[in-house]
C-alpha cells in the first residue's frame, strides 16, 4: 500500500465494526471506528438503559464457542460450551486489546450523516459527542464500513384497536427484567429466538404467558445427543450439501428440512395446539434454539396463539382464531428493521421502483452486491450486518471484511457495475421467489457461492487445498493428519486462516488449534 494510507472510517463497534476494523488495519488501512457507546462490543454488552438495544445478563449464545470464534482469535480455554453475554462482552473487548484496536477508536460518539463529496473525492463525516449535538465536527474520510448491523429501528406491528388497550405496551428493547411482570398476565407477540428467550424468563414469575405467532417453527435444544447441536458440520458435508443446493435445488431442500424436522420431532413430543407445523423450510429460516419453550408449552405456563384480530377494549385482545384473552401487558418481539438514513442519497435501500424486492414481511432489502458492498460506491462503501446462511455470524462478516479489505487494497479485483447489478439482480429474484412461499430470514443469500466468491476475493486458499487438484492432494500427502482433521473434523472458524494463498493474512497458530480442538473433541467422544 502507498506510504499514504487510505482512511476508512467504520460506524459501529459491536462485532462486526471490531472485525472489520482489525482485517483493514492488517493490510495497511488507516482506520477510525466510532460508537456511541462508552465501550466496544455493541449489543453483547449488557445495558440497562431502556433505548440500548442489548443482550441480557441471562443470554447464553445460540451456537457453540467451537464454531462461534472469528478466525484468528478462539475463545479462551474456561469459557463453557455456550458462551454467555458476560463471556461475549469479555471476548469482543480482549479480541480489541489483543489487536490494538482500542487506540483506533472514538467511543461516546453520535454520527449525524454522511455524504459523498463529489468534488473532494471523499466522505464527509459529521459527528459529535454523545449528548453535546452542538459539538458537531466534520471530518474527511477515503472509505466508509457501514457496521451499525441490522438491529436498529425496532420493528413495531399495526394493530387494529391497539390505542385502546389499557394495558402496558412495550418492545423487547426494553425487556431488561422479568421481575417488572411478576403476577401478570402477559402477551408476547413474534415467534423467534428473542420471543423464546422473553417466554422463558417470564414463565417462572408471570400469571401466565401467552405466545402469538402467524408461523410455525422448528424448536431445537443447545444440545443434542450429547454434544452442542452446531456439531455436525464438515468441510465434505458442507461441500456436497452445497453442490446439492446449486444443481439439484429441489432434492437440497426436502433432504434439509426432512432431517431437521425429522431431530426436533424426534427429541420432542408436540402437540397440535403448539401450532408448530408447518414450520418454514430450514433452507431459508433459523430454527429457534431454545433449552426450555418446549417445556413451557407442555407444562401450559406458556399458551400459544394465532395472530391478533384486533383489541377489544379495556384489556382483552381478540385472535385471529376467535379466542379472546386478557392480558395486562403486550411486549413485541417482532425483531428490528435497519436504518441507513444517515447515509443521505447512498441509502442503499433508495433505488428504482423497477429494481425493487419487497419481502414477504415487508422489509425492503438494500441492493449490494455480494450482500456487502454498495452499487453506488463500491470502491468506497461498504456494509456489514445484511447477511445470513447457515453460518456463525462472527465468520461470515469476518470472511466479509477480509475480502472487503483485499478489494480496496486493490489485490483483488471488484466486476463491472453490470455484473454486480446482475448479481444484484439474481438474488433480488431469487429472494422473491423464496419470499413468496415461505419466511425468509433478512440478508439470506446462496452460501455456496459466497463461499467461493469471498474464498477467491479475500485469498483464502480452501478451494484450492482441499479440492481434487494438485494442491488438494499436496495437502493430503503432506500433511495427512490435519487433511483429514479439516475435512472430516469439525469445522472451525481457524481452517479460513490456515492456507496462504497471496492475499488476506494467514494465522500462525491455525494449524495448532485446529489439532487442539480436534484432539479436545475426540477426548470427549463427540467425534470418532
Keep these: ?62 451456537g457453540s464457542k467451537h464454531r462461534g470464534s472469528f478466525t484468528d482469535f478462539p475463545f479462551p480455554d474456561d469459557t463453557p460450551d455456550f458462551p454467555t453475554s458476560s463471556h461475549m462482552a469479555k471476548y469482543l473487548t480482549s479480541y480489541a486489546e489483543h489487536f490494538q484496536l482500542m487506540p483506533h477508536v472514538r467511543l461516546g460518539t453520535t454520527i449525524h450523516r ?19 449535538e452542538d459539538q458537531k465536527t466534520v471530518q474527511e474520510f477515503d472509505k466508509i464500513i457501514h457496521a451499525l448491523g441490522p438491529d436498529q429501528v425496532p420493528n413495531i406491528p399495526q394493530v387494529a384497536g391497539i390505542e385502546k388497550f389499557a394495558g402496558d405496551v412495550s418492545h423487547s428493547v426494553t425487556f431488561k427484567s422479568a421481575d417488572a411482570y411478576f403476577g401478570k398476565r402477559v402477551l408476547v407477540v413474534g415467534f423467534g429466538n428473542t420471543s423464546a428467550d422473553v417466554t422463558g424468563l417470564l414463565a417462572g414469575v408471570a400469571e401466565q404467558v401467552y405466545v402469538s405467532h402467524r408461523h410455525g417453527a422448528i424448536v431445537l435444544p443447545r444440545w443434542v445427543d450429547g ?45 397440535p395446539e403448539w401450532q408448530l407445523d408447518p414450520a418454514p423450510s430450514f433452507s431459508q429460516q433459523r430454527p429457534i434454539i431454545s433449552d426450555n419453550l418446549i417445556d413451557n408449552l407442555a407444562s401450559g405456563r406458556v399458551i400459544s396463539l394465532p395472530s391478533i384480530r384486533h383489541v377489544r377494549d379495556g384489556k382483552a ?23 441507513y438514513s444517515l447515509l443521505g442519497k447512498s441509502d442503499p435501500t433508495i433505488y428504482d421502483q423497477k429494481d425493487a424486492c419487497e419481502m414477504a414481511n415487508g422489509r425492503k432489502m438494500p441492493r449490494l452486491y455480494q450482500n456487502v458492498i454498495s452499487l453506488q ?148 467422544n463427540w467425534y470418532p
Excluded at 487510505?6 to 482489525?22: E, Y
Excluded at 462490543?41 to 445478563?57: D, K, T
Excluded at 385482545?317 to 436504518?339: A, K
Design 227 to 271: 454434544k452442542p447441536v452446531d456439531h455436525v458440520r464438515t468441510y465434505r458435508k458442507g461441500w456436497i450439501l452445497g453442490m446439492m443446493s446449486r444443481y439439484t435445488p429441489g432434492i437440497w431442500k426436502k433432504v434439509m428440512d426432512s432431517v431437521i424436522v425429522g431431530l426436533r420431532n424426534r427429541l420432542y413430543d408436540l402437540k
Design 114 to 132: 454522511a455524504w459523498w463529496d463529489e468534488l473532494k473525492r471523499k466522505w464527509e463525516i459529521e459527528f459529535s459527542p454523545v449528548g453535546n
Design 377 to 524: 460506491h463500491p470502491e468506497s462503501l461498504a456494509f456489514m450486518g445484511n447477511l445470513s446462511f447457515m453460518n456463525p455470524a462472527f465468520l461470515m462478516f469476518d470472511l466479509a471484511s477480509m475480502a472487503l479489505a483485499q478489494l480496496w487494497k486493490g489485490t483483488s479485483r471488484l466486476p463491472s457495475k453490470a455484473e454486480m447489478n446482475r448479481q444484484v439482480d439474481e438474488q433480488f429474484k431469487w429472494i422473491a421467489n423464496l419470499s413468496n412461499n415461505s419466511r425468509v430470514t433478512p440478508g439470506l443469500t446462496k452460501g455456496v457461492d459466497w463461499l467461493e466468491w469471498v474464498d477467491e476475493a479475500a485469498g483464502l486458499g480452501m478451494g484450492a487445498n482441499l479440492g481434487y487438484g494438485w494442491q488438494g492432494w499436496g495437502f493430503w500427502l503432506t500433511d495427512r493428519e490435519l487433511c483429514n482433521m479439516v475435512m472430516d473434523g469439525l469445522l472451525l472458524p481457524f481452517h479460513y486462516r490456515l492456507f496462504n494463498a497471496g492475499k488476506r493474512k494467514p494465522w500462525v497458530g491455525a494449524r495448532e488449534n485446529i489439532v487442539k480442538m480436534n484432539r479436545e473433541l475426540r477426548a470427549k
Design 317 to 339: 385482545i381478540e385472535m385471529t382464531d376467535g379466542t379472546v384473552i386478557e392480558v395486562d401487558s403486550i411486549i413485541w418481539c417482532t425483531g428490528y428493521t435497519v436504518d
Design 1 to 62: 500500500m502507498s506510504e499514504k494510507a487510505p482512511t476508512v472510517a467504520v460506524l459501529g463497534l459491536g462485532a462486526l465494526g471490531l472485525v472489520s476494523m482489525k482485517n483493514m488495519l492488517e493490510e495497511g488501512f488507516n482506520v477510525t471506528g466510532f460508537d456511541r457507546n462508552s465501550y466496544v462490543g455493541g449489543l453483547w454488552h449488557y445495558n440497562e438503559e431502556n433505548e440500548n438495544i442489548s443482550v441480557l445478563p441471562s443470554t447464553v449464545t445460540n
